[in-house]
């Protein structure tokens, strides 16, 4: 039975960096593709980021470039979303899913992913 779990959400102020954990368990973990999605309320799930190294790829939504990272750690079975200057609208549930079938077009859609975790919350705010 596969199973996901967000670590790492809280409360920081603008500016500030958060890092988020997945841990998972009952799968083969080289074998997936990992994501982080995420959703504001009253908003509509988002792709925030995802990892494969099966297809060699490692997208960012255009809204975290340049301030979020993803990595993937093979031996620990734990995918990491590294979160720096953070905003406001960054607060949302962010939750980890994964993959073992996905294809590079399906990436950045939920519909793609087979698996998903409980989500952590992020609140940004001063």
């Known amino acids: 039975q596969v199973q996901l779990v967000e670590s790492g959400g809280g409360l920081v102020e603008p500016g500030g960096s958060l890092t988020l954990s997945c841990a998972a368990s009952?799968?083969?973990?080289?074998?997936?593709?990992m994501a982080w999605f995420r959703q504001a309320p009253g908003k509509e799930r988002e792709f925030v980021a995802a990892?494969?190294?099966?297809?060699?790829?490692?997208p960012l939504a255009d809204s975290v470039k340049g301030r979020f990272a993803i990595s993937k750690d093979n031996r620990k079975n734990i995918v990491t979303l590294q979160m720096n200057s953070l905003k406001p609208e960054d607060t949302a549930v962010y939750y980890c899913?994964?993959?073992?079938?996905?294809?590079?077009?399906?990436?950045?859609?939920?519909?793609?992913?087979?698996?998903w975790g409980q989500g952590t919350q992020v609140t940004v705010s001063s």
């Open positions: 990892i494969s190294q099966r297809m060699g790829s490692s």
């Open positions: 009952g799968l083969t973990f080289t074998r997936y593709t």
């Open positions: 899913a994964a993959s073992a079938t996905i294809i590079m077009s399906q990436l950045r859609f939920q519909s793609g992913y087979s698996h």
